[in-house]
């Protein structure tokens, strides 16, 4: 490899990196569940990790521009997401930054979503809300 062909390949790879760069910066923000699918067939206990993309994990009373924190809803229909999300067996919070659960639940069906919080267990505006789950939990 010449000299102008080593300078083409460092150029494209440059343009490249920019260009991803730029789509990451300006991407919508997304929750979702790593390891867990819809219609998944589990026992309990059981790990549930939490992803997120184009924001970053900070714990609870944290002002940090960008960031939050996870909780998980377990058979939660509504929220209002204008205001901070209870805590109860069905709204649990990882507030110290928690990316990973192990939860245990008896047998039986269950929904589950997970949606990002503030520093104040606030949704953010717009909500950052995963794709509603639903896993069912065997002896």
């Not at 205001?83 to 245990?104: A, D, M, R």
């Amino acid at each position: 490899m010449d000299l102008v062909d080593t300078y083409k390949t460092m150029k494209f790879f440059l343009i490249f990196v920019a260009c991803s760069v730029a789509f990451s910066v300006n991407a919508d923000p997304k929750v979702y569940f790593i390891n867990l699918e819809d219609g998944d067939r589990i026992e309990s206990p059981f790990l549930i990790q939490f992803g997120l993309s184009n924001m970053g994990v900070a714990p609870a009373g944290t002002d940090r521009k960008n960031t939050g924190h996870h909780h998980l809803l377990i058979n939660v229909d509504d929220i209002d997401l204008t205001k901070p999300i209870p805590s109860s067996s069905n709204h649990i919070h990882f507030g110290s930054g928690q990316t990973e659960s192990l939860v245990e639940l008896s047998p039986g069906n269950y929904s589950m979503q997970l949606v990002l919080g503030d520093m104040t267990h606030t949704p953010h505006k717009p909500p950052i809300i995963s794709k509603k789950i639903n896993i069912t939990v065997v002896d």
